[in-house]
């Protein structure tokens, strides 16, 4: 009663019943589409970029992890992660897996004592949390993936620490590269924002 079909083409069906008669169905055109390439995934610090699809889900230990549905994910713990992608006929492809046994903390210079980005991703705004082991001017730029610099801040810190909100609602969804520097040397930490 029932068929699965890989290749394009007209189908229909004939039908007998126990008198012997025949009854014909209409036909039914099938088009078969080629599967997606498979994506693959590339590692910047922490941050995972799956290459240009449609559609994305990521998938951590082989289970799908809420909300990650970008074309970047912010790694927060280890595991063995995936991304499943799919085209504009929703078609599907996965990833081959990427072992994470290790997250890159950076490795701050020495004048800085404290650093933090949240939330990361970002919607809309990122409060940067800085503190020196002395006071000091401190640049904070924005670059995007292209190296073009599309936010600047000249902050002036000290031991006690600063809390600024970076108004990002100009920005198109990405990853982004804050780069921080002071007393002639520089730590960048990824950032991605969304629009969840």
Known sequence: RSITVGRSGSY???VTDGDGCRGASDPVTVQT???PARPIISRSGDVLTSSRAHGYQWLRNHVPIPGATDQFYQLTELGTYAVQISDSNGCTAESLPLQVS???VGKLPTAIHALDLYPNPANGS???FLRLHAQGRV???LHDMLGRRVLQR???V???GIREVLQLDALQPGM???RVTTAGSHVVRPLLLSRQ
């Open 12 to 14: 229909s069906l004939t």
């Open 33 to 35: 589409l080629p599967a």
């Open 102 to 104: 290790v997250l890159d």
């Open 126 to 128: 990122v409060t940067l």
């Open 139 to 141: 640049l904070v730029e």
């Open 154 to 156: 000249r902050l002036h």
């Open 158 to 160: 000290d031991a006690t």
């Open 176 to 178: 982004y590269f804050v």
